[in-house]
């Protein structure tokens, strides 16, 4: 295939599509065996009255005041959500990546950046809705400290697209949009680093090993949240949809007002480190979950690119 014509089918390929269902499927199954990490996680974010910090008691608590079932508490729309959002992001990564591939101009990790920004973007307009309304079904039931958090009750996921809508506007389900846009940096940053790393492990030819894989990924996914936490917990609590602003207007100057204030709050109420409170949880849950999920989806892609006689695919 010429490069002109791998341009006009790039969006099309059966590549594209083996890389998109892989990392969909890799992204369920590592969050599926992490899950409890990230319900300690969202409690932490959203629930500023919760004193305990560690992990494991969190976990304990929540297990002890409300079922050990509760701990997966939300598993469907979540995982429905990720689902959906990895296979749109995989895709047009991908898609991007391979169109490309013989443009001139910025070196590979230039390169990688600038399409993980873009795929990002597109991920973040097509799947907000979704992950909206996995937050709210994730935390109904729960019993928080802060008393002020007020729930609504859905029947599903569906009933809670309906109600949002029918209460407080079709808008609401774009909720954390921009903190999301900015976080669009977080895959950004860590499919540079992952693919930067993976291109110097294989160098020569060298096989990777599911180990090393898994070690880039942790690596990778580590700094990538590392640097951009506080906007994810600006990002939980505006999806949770407590938080209601008091600026005047919308649009992007309201939202930035709306961050803005929700992360100086964050500060005076418990300092600095405020801004990183459920990081422990964060990490272990993102980096466990973002290592195993690329060990998965590079199985399954070269699997199945073994099978089609087109191994020679996963080489970059």
Request: net charge positive.
């Amino acid at each position: 295939m010429s490069d002109n014509g791998g341009s006009a089918v790039g969006l099309l390929s059966y590549e594209t599509l083996v890389h998109a269902v892989a990392g969909a499927m890799g992204s369920v199954t590592a969050m599926t065996v992490f899950f409890p990490l990230d319900t300690a996680k969202s409690r932490l974010q959203v629930d500023e009255k919760r004193k305990s910090n560690s992990t494991p008691v969190i976990l304990a608590e929540i297990a002890k005041e409300e079922g050990f079932l509760s701990l997966y508490r939300g598993w469907f729309p979540v995982i429905s959500s990720l689902c959906c959002s990895n296979f749109v992001y995989f895709y047009t990564f991908n898609s991007l990546k391979k169109l490309m591939a013989s443009g001139p101009g910025q070196s590979r990790p230039g390169k990688d950046l600038l399409i993980g920004i873009v795929s990002g973007v597109v991920n973040v307009i097509l799947t907000t809705p979704m992950w909206v309304v996995n937050t709210r079904l994730k935390m109904q039931g729960v019993k928080f400290r802060n008393e002020d958090l007020h729930q609504t009750h859905y029947r599903g996921i569906f009933d809670a697209f309906s109600q949002i809508i029918a209460n407080e506007g079709v808008g609401t389900l774009w909720n954390g949009t921009l903190p999301s846009l900015v976080l669009v940096l977080n895959p950004a940053v860590q499919f540079m680093i992952y693919e930067a790393m993976k291109r110097k492990a294989g160098r020569g030819g060298r096989k990777i090993s599911s180990a090393k894989i898994f070690l880039i990924g942790a690596i990778a996914k580590a700094i990538a949240t590392t640097a951009t936490y506080p906007l994810q917990t600006v990002q939980a609590i505006l999806r949770f949809g407590q938080y209601k602003s008091d600026a005047e207007g919308g649009g992007v100057m309201g939202s930035l007002s709306n961050i803005l204030f929700l992360l100086m709050d964050r500060i005076k109420k418990h300092g600095a480190l405020g801004l990183y409170k459920g990081l422990e949880a964060k990490l272990l849950q993102t980096v466990l979950t973002a290592a195993l999920m690329f060990v998965v989806y590079e199985k399954i892609a070269a699997v199945t690119f073994r099978l089609m006689g087109m191994n020679k695919k996963l080489k970059h």
